[in-house]
């Protein structure tokens, strides 16, 4: 038997909520050991098993760290899985927090299983953050909501920053790159070994993040690690084509030891001196350096090396040879993505958003010479189009908020979309969010950013997960409780049926992607379908500036 419920109750407080939880604690063998876990409490008052902190990876300390991850070794006796996973390190500004034994995850079932039992399928959580923050913690993600489902959600940690996005240019040194993603390749290969354990189907997972979560979940689908590892994927505002991707400078590790003063010319040697480096050292010369570059820490294409190669290829590259898991794929956007800028300015400096130097809009895929006349040339398109002859103003914020929407999210999603109809015949399904309650989570974070109309980058996930945001009541019926209804149900409908909509939902069938249409769907209060192309316009413009410029360049 896989489980064993304990005769003893426990009473807890769940993080910034009034809300007071009876549960009972349960075991679970799984490879490593037994785990003690908890039970809790959906959004609709059924009970769910909670298992936190489980280890997927040996601490990434001392020589390990920089390094792919190794998995972790077993425990004797009970190990306590009854508190939030730790966060890996990261900044919040001035401070830094967080530590580098962080490779674990949560696992939340319905129901134990016994011999018996139906296995579910598994959805698995990839958090967002820029590939430099966030975590999978439950004040944020709390899985409240999509426990109300038949399904297994697994919540994962990996590492970030520089500590998860290292690289030295010396394939003997085994320090390619991509730790980061490769934590997530060891956490799916630990829900192969385990997941059934706690009632999941390891042959039903889907994956699904947002942000840099949704990059990487596009990248797993492009990856040669992650071959047998998932059978769908959910990419929620990012996708691989993104600009995050292209042409990172390579050896950001020596670039780090020359900040940090290390002088040596062995390069094994300024690998183990880094290894030895005070951690917060690390983090301080990654923001100095980060300045110059804000992809400076981020995925990168891998040369070859003693080591497993996750991304071999530019992500396009990939796609267009066909030589990748062609497997169902549901991604979309938010209809003011750009407000994340927005944001920005208004925590950096108080004001609205001003554009003032287009030329950082100018793809570097296109690899144009910084400085230069056709530089010029591109960011005044570019300019015009959302401008016209007027200047930009704080007054006006409309237009950047656009542009930031296309060029960061939209156009890359309407690419990548164009581009797998060229050499997948797997379905796809693409939407547009726009809901507007009190459950956006963004909106929540940044008060300020509810005097703009749209909804903003990240505010979807208040209708995925509980969060320290969320109201502890919801009025039953009202626009609230039946928006994150909709967005659970669409989204386990296709995780466990394979599409959205497999009945006459609200009166129509969400119909996937086509050569010929391109259908979305409209997820707002309400949610509508549409087989009419979403802002054709927009992705014109920048289509077309792709067909002229990447294509003469490349």
Known sequence: MYYQLIIASCIFTILYSISIIECQEVLVEISQGILKGKTATNRDGGTFYSFQSIPYGQPPINELRFKAPVAAHGWDGV?????????????????????EDCLYLNVYTPELPDEDSALKPVMVWIHGGGFVSGSAQTFIFGPEFLLTKDIVL???????????????????LGVPGNAGLKDQVLALQWVQD??????????????????????????????????????????????????????RTKNNGEMVAQQLGIQTENWSDMLTSLQQADVQDLIMATQILSIEDDLFATPIVEEPSNVPVFLPSRPIDIIKSGNYRQIQFLTGITDAEGLLAQQASLEATGENLLIEDFTYFVPREFEI????????????????????????TRQDIAPA?????????????YRAILEHLQTSTAEMYFYIFSAE??????????????????AA????????????????????????????????????????????????????????????????????TNVTYSDINPNPKNMQFWYDLYEEYYSNNS
């Open 154 to 172: 697994v919540a994962l940690n990996y590492r970030l920053g520089l500590l998860g996005f290292f690289d030295l240019d010396h394939p003997e």
């Open 194 to 247: 385990n997941i059934a354990r706690f009632g999941g189907d390891p042959h039903e997972v889907t994956i699904f993040g947002e942000s840099a979560g949704a990059m990487s979940v596009h990248l797993h689908m492009l990856s040669p690690m992650s071959v047998g590892l998932f059978q769908k994927a959910i990419a929620q505002s990012g996708v691989a084509l993104s600009i995050i991707f292209v042409n």
């Open 369 to 392: 010479a910084p400085g230069s006349e056709e530089e010029a040339i591109v960011s005044q398109k570019i300019k015009e189009f959302y401008y016209g002859d007027t200047e930009p």
């Open 437 to 454: 309650t009190d459950l956006n989570f963004a909106k929540q974070i940044e008060p300020r950013l509810q005097e703009f109309p749209g």
């Open 79 to 99: 190990r306590d899985a009854t508190s939030d996973v730790p966060s890996c390190w990261q900044a919040m500004g001035a401070m830094l927090y967080g530590q």
């Open 401 to 413: 908020v656009d542009l930031y929407t296309d060029f960061v999210f939209g156009f890359p999603a």
């Open 457 to 524: 980058h990240g505010d979807e996930l208040g209708y995925l997960f509980q969060n320290v945001f969320t109201p502890a009541t919801i009025e039953a019926g009202g626009v609230e409780d039946l928006a994150w209804r909709n967005m659970v149900t669409l989204w386990t409908n296709f995780v466990s049926r394979g599409n959205p909509t497999p009945d006459d939902y609200n009166g129509f069938v969400w119909q996937p992607v086509s050569e010929n249409t391109f259908n979305f769907l409209h997820i707002g």
